[in-house]
């Protein structure tokens, strides 16, 4: 695994790889966006009629992220999976760790999502667990929390397999499909993770 503090950060485990998103990936992810649309649809954040916020094209998206990850506040990636059947990656899908708190608090949360084409082959625990591990002990970051819809069956499992704590629901936390909705709380604190969740999932293999 490599990486570093500061922004660009490339982070790889096996066949995953968590890099920066660059304006070159617009016709990769307008294609994930399009094919994936039923799958992500019931989980994916929106914004109420009454935002002060405009929407975003791509090009403003990426580079909001790398103004934020620069400043150290977000961590903001493309998932690549490299399928054992090709010989180049594949962009899979996305996780962004957002809301990076440094001194007292020490804490940031994980969102995620993944390529229907690629579920159920491990990509999303191996990528969460390679953001977490990052943050843990490059970052220096205390707690990783992940917010998930109740209904979210899949995501659910994610955060079980890497012995995320549940701690709660949150009553109308997020805006998500349209409308406020609730969702269950889940956590890791540093002291719970041992020598990491890359090497956690290794042990499972």
């Known amino acids: 695994m490599s990486g570093a503090v500061g922004w660009p950060v490339r982070l790889s485990h096996g066949p995953v790889t968590l890099r920066p998103w660059r304006l070159t990936d617009r016709p990769g992810w307008d294609e994930l966006r399009r094919r994936n649309a039923s799958w992500t649809g019931p989980w994916d954040a929106t914004r ?8 975003l094209t791509f090009a403003g998206m990426v580079r909001q992220f790398n103004r934020r990850a620069r400043q150290g506040t977000m961590l903001p990636f493309a998932v690549e999976y490299l399928p054992p059947e090709q010989r180049r990656p594949v962009l899979a899908g996305q996780l962004t760790i957002s809301g990076i708190a440094h001194g007292s608090a020490g804490w940031a949360q994980a969102g995620y999502w993944v390529d229907e084409r690629w579920a159920g082959r491990g990509i999303i625990p191996l ?3 390679l ?3 990052h943050c843990f002990f490059t970052l220096r970051l205390h707690r990783i929390e992940v917010a998930i819809r109740p209904e979210n069956a899949r995501s659910l499992r994610v ?3 890497l012995g995320f704590r549940y701690e709660g629901v949150r009553q109308r936390y997020m ?3 349209g409308d406020w909705r609730d969702h269950a709380m889940f956590a890791l604190h540093v002291e719970e993770v041992g020598a990491g969740l890359v090497a956690r999932l290794d042990d499972q293999a």
């Open 48 to 55: 109420p009629r009454d935002s002060v916020e405009s929407p």
């Open 127 to 129: 990528a969460l667990a």
């Open 131 to 133: 953001a977490c591990d």
């Open 159 to 161: 955060v079980e397999k």
């Open 175 to 177: 805006h998500v499909d």
